[in-house]
């Protein structure tokens, strides 16, 4: 009955040649003829406007996409991210828009560090060490693989006891107040340095890789 008032409330319309409803929730519009090909008509008189209008008239845009987090594993949608930006980057291009295309590597910094330090105690388990995974530590499978993986490379060559490691750092409490939140991350931050300071840069840097 819905379908039927909005059906008869629609103003007649050159574009439309006939509409139908069809069962409840829809309804069908149906174009004419001469409306599905006035677009070829418009292309082919002219096909530059067409393909390449003058949309953007030179404003700049940053696009940024793909950008995979190094602290995950790779997935499907690090590929899906990549093509649609880089095509929606060509449709900006020829549209008049200057784009500057961005990637972020992200293997830098504080993300970087914690990763290098998790894969770095799960090296030790790999060795035979009893370790305690710190709280604020990366605790999924992939990180277990990565560190047996460095332990078949190097074996014992970045070897420290755990207890040194952890030797009059800040305890890693349980809890979820924010004063416990702000101790976790003093932890993690605390065994970072210690495990830099132990290694020294050089290892340090080709465990992070």
């Known amino acids: 009955d819905i379908a039927e008032q909005l059906v008869a409330a629609l103003p ?41 209008p003058d949309i953007g008239h030179g404003e700049k845009v940053l696009l940024e996409f793909v950008s995979a987090n190094p602290t995950g594993p790779m997935h499907v949608g690090h590929g899906r991210g990549a093509a649609y930006g880089s095509a929606l980057a060509t449709i900006l291009a020829a549209t008049g828009y200057k784009v500057h295309r961005e990637y972020y590597i992200n293997d830098a910094g504080r993300q970087a560090d914690v990763l290098a330090v998790s894969v770095y105690l799960r090296y030790l388990e790999a060795a035979g060490e009893t370790v305690r995974i710190p709280s ?34 800040p305890g890693d409490p349980e ?11 003093d932890y993690i931050d605390a065994v ?8 020294g840069e050089d290892n340090y840097r080709a465990v992070q890789d």
Not at 175 to 185: H, L, P, R, S
């Open 175 to 185: 809890g979820d107040t924010d004063d416990i939140k702000t101790q976790k991350e």
């Open 12 to 52: 007649a319309s050159a574009i439309v040649s006939k509409v139908e409803i069809a069962g409840p929730g829809f309804i069908n519009f149906f174009l004419s003829a001469d409306s599905r090909f006035a677009v070829v008509r418009s292309i082919l008189d002219d096909v530059t406007a067409f393909s390449s």
């Open 192 to 199: 970072i340095q210690r495990v830099q300071w132990l290694l």
């Open 136 to 169: 604020r530590a990366y605790p999924a499978d992939y990180v277990k693989v990565c560190g047996t993986d460095l332990f078949v490379q190097a074996g014992m060559k970045y070897f420290n006891e755990f207890s040194e490691i952890i030797d009059g750092l």
